[in-house]
């Protein structure tokens, strides 16, 4: 029984986001404010089906000697996640100006490059950069709640279908910032507790798709 459900869990970051995908074919109306998150469920699919399939099957890039080495596509799938929420996060209204919205995305890239020409290999998991990218969505979360704090208006919650998916978006970071920002050195020295970890970050993976999912359902234009 154990083994069936930690199959379950270790595919988590694939199934999990089906259940936004089914939502689509039931919403297929939805606002430009949900673009975004589209194109980032289609392509977080493929990335993490790529990444589950070549660490179940221990298949090896040419590149590497180590069986099932999946972290390119981790990395693409960090880097991916930060371009389209912060996509997402370019059309709220937020405390601070537009022009710095445009200049952190450009910001991380650049950081992205440089982290890996100069001082980090692609293929070896990178603290650094998930780390920053938690980092800077949370930001934008922070800033999307000062906003909504300082604002006139009366502050709506329930049926507040933005808020509700930020404070989706909040959750998942603030549960994988340490881990993300710790995973290299605990991986490098308890290799089965970095294992374990990486669970809470599936079944916080899995908020997020629910979270993703509900954002679909109520999204219309």
């Known amino acids: ?37 589209l194109y980032y469920v289609c392509i977080a699919l493929v990335l993490n089906f790529l990444q589950d ?16 080495d999946n972290i390119i596509f981790y990395h693409l799938h960090s880097i991916i996640r930060f371009i ?21 995305p450009l910001l991380f890239l650049l950081f992205v490059l440089i982290n890996f020409i100069f001082f980090e290999p692609f293929t070896k998991f990178s603290s650094r950069l998930l780390g920053l990218e938690a980092g800077l969505l949370l930001f934008y979360c922070l800033q999307y709640f000062l906003g909504l704090m300082l604002s006139e208006e009366p502050l709506t919650i329930r049926g507040n ?30 290799s089965e507790f970095a294992i374990s970890i990486w669970d809470l970050h599936n079944f916080s993976y899995i908020m997020l798709c629910f979270f993703i999912a509900r954002f679909f359902y109520v999204s219309k234009h």
Not at 20 to 34: D, I, K
Not at 85 to 99: A, D, R
Not at 164 to 190: A, C, D, E, Q, R
């Open 53 to 68: 399939y070549f660490w179940k099957k221990r298949l090896i890039f040419s590149f590497s000697s180590v069986p099932g």
């Open 84 to 104: 389209c929420i912060s996509w997402f996060f370019s059309k709220l209204p937020l405390f601070f100006s537009s022009k710095i919205k445009g200049i952190i």
């Open 1 to 37: 029984m154990y083994g069936w459900l930690k199959e379950i869990i270790d595919w988590s970051e694939v199934w999990a986001l089906l259940i936004p995908a089914c939502v689509l074919l039931y919403n297929r109306q939805l606002s430009r404010l949900a673009i975004p998150l």
């Open 161 to 190: 279908h933005v808020f509700w998916m930020v404070t989706g978006i909040s959750i998942y970071m603030v549960i994988n910032f340490p881990v993300f920002l710790f995973y290299k050195k605990i991986s490098l020295k308890f």
